[in-house]
């Protein structure tokens, strides 16, 4: 499904990932890890067409997207939540929700907005609250039912976790799972290594713009390197 192949990007003229190459299937759920500052941002953003690719290919569904505009790679099914939730705050919630269905027909976004409840009941009632009145966790919902709501194919989430209580990142991290479970393809960024871990199938670390290890997310988890570097043990 999404190919990256020595993928060098950066900043203006400052490369700030490294012969970076992954690959993600149908279906999957992959966690990429690594400290801050390692470009796992950077990556999704260009992935996303947000950040400059000096040199290698990112393909999806088999068609090259490394020059695409960002709107087209929206349009063919991969859709990125970034970091930091970026609500319109003084919009509704129903209307941040049908943002990310702007290239899509009234009747077909009206049932949309009906299973993105079903995945997030507790905005229910908040559908004509402002955005930026509801919680922290309430705000990350909507931004992941933003993106759910362009029918992605591969959903790529920034740091879900950031900001929220424990008790409200394992909520999060659930209905990320279900959402995975329901057909659609997640590539994960996490603060929270293990926890990410945990529900993914497969890892990738990431370490100063390079990618340093990789594999099925049950032996990242049991790596001592992993552990030592993201637990201290």
Excluded: W
Excluded at 66 to 74: G, K, M, Y
Excluded at 226 to 231: D, G, T
């Amino acid at each position: 499904m999404l190919q990256v192949g020595k993928v060098t990007a950066g900043f203006g003229a400052t490369p700030v990932l490294f012969d970076v190459g992954l690959e993600l299937r149908p279906g999957e759920l992959v966690a990429l890890i690594g400290a801050n500052g390692a470009g796992k941002s950077t990556l999704l953003g260009a992935l996303s067409g947000l950040v400059r690719v000096f040199q290698g290919s990112i393909r999806f569904g088999g068609r090259l997207i490394t020059d695409l505009r960002p709107e087209l790679i929206v349009a063919s099914g991969l859709v990125h939540v970034p970091q930091g939730r970026r609500l319109f705050g003084t919009m509704t919630v129903a209307r941040n929700l049908l943002l990310g269905a702007y290239r899509r027909h009234d009747r077909e976004v009206r049932n949309d907005v009906q299973r993105i409840l079903q995945y997030f009941p507790a905005l229910g009632d908040k559908l004509e609250r402002e955005a930026g009145t509801l919680s922290g966790g309430e705000q990350q919902m909507v931004a992941i039912g933003r993106g759910l709501m362009a029918r992605p194919k591969l959903l790529m989430i920034d740091e879900p976790s950031l900001g929220l209580a424990p008790k409200v990142v394992d909520r999060v991290m659930e209905i990320v799972k279900t959402i995975n479970q329901d057909g659609t393809a997640v590539l994960l960024v996490e603060q929270d290594v293990m926890l990410a871990l945990e529900i993914a199938d497969r890892g990738y670390v990431l370490e100063n713009g390079r990618i340093a290890m990789s594999g099925p997310a049950a032996d990242l988890r049991q790596d001592p390197a992993v552990r030592k570097a993201y637990l201290g043990v």
